[in-house]
Each structure stands twice: as C-alpha cells, then as structure tokens.
C-alpha cells in the first residue's frame, strides 16, 4: 500500500481527528463509540515511544506512538506475525521524523486506572504489516 496522490492521503484521518470521532471518554469498562471500527490514520511516529522486541526483549507487546500535528498522541500496537517490517520500516526513518505514516487498524478501548480514578482512552491494533507505510 502507497499513498500516491493527494487524493489517497486525504483517506486517513489525522490523530487529532480520530481523538474527536471518538468523543468523551466513556467510564471505565464501557464500550466508546469508535470501539471496534477499523479506521485509516496518518501521523508522525513519535521515535521517543517506540518499543519493539528486537530492542526491548522483556516486553509482552510491541508498540509505537503516533502524533498529529498539535501534539495529540495515540498508541499504535503490532502483533507479533506483522512486528519485523512494520518496525523495520519504522527504525529505517528515524532520521527523518518529518515524514508522515500512515496505517489502518481496529480503534480497541483501554481502561487506564489513574490516582483512584479510571479513564478509558483508546488505541489502535494495526490491522497487517501491509496497510502501515512511511511517506
């Protein structure tokens, strides 16, 4: 998958606007509106939050982090059969963070227990290795 034109790149959504299609947090363990629907997204990998198995063994998970232009941010997990070229392509454009990604995957609901109370946020499962690129 390559974005080619302008037209093609105007299919994703910005994180700031997957952020506000998803509206208010729902309380914790409720479904939020988003939950389950497959969404095309492009933002910049924040290469401060990017944890993958070749660099970080000990972890359960394999992740990265994606922002929008404003600073929101919105975590990205890979499973394990789509990890080595998703990171791959990933670690290959660290030295140039001014490039955007794009990728499609499944908005998945998290409860976040914080000081007592619980907020549900969102992130997003990366559907296949081959609907994530770097442009």
């Known amino acids: 998958m390559a974005a080619t034109s302008a037209e093609e790149s105007s ?3 910005s994180v700031e606007e997957v952020v506000a299609a998803c509206g208010t947090a729902p309380a914790c363990g409720a479904p939020g509106v988003c939950e389950g629907q497959i969404v095309k997204v492009k933002g910049y990998i ?5 944890f993958d198995k070749e660099h970080y063994p000990q972890l359960p998970y394999e992740k990265f982090t994606i922002r929008g232009s404003s600073g929101k941010a919105v975590e990205v997990w890979v499973g394990p059969e789509r990890s080595r070229e998703v990171f791959r392509q990933i670690h290959r454009q660290t030295s140039a963070p001014e490039k955007m990604v794009y990728l499609e995957g499944e908005i998945v609901g998290v409860d976040m227990p914080i000081l007592g109370t619980c907020q549900r946020g969102i992130k997003i499962n990366l559907t296949s290795a ?5 442009r």
């Open 46 to 50: 924040d290469y401060g939050n990017v």
């Open 11 to 13: 299919a994703f959504m």
């Open 130 to 134: 081959e609907t994530f690129f770097v």
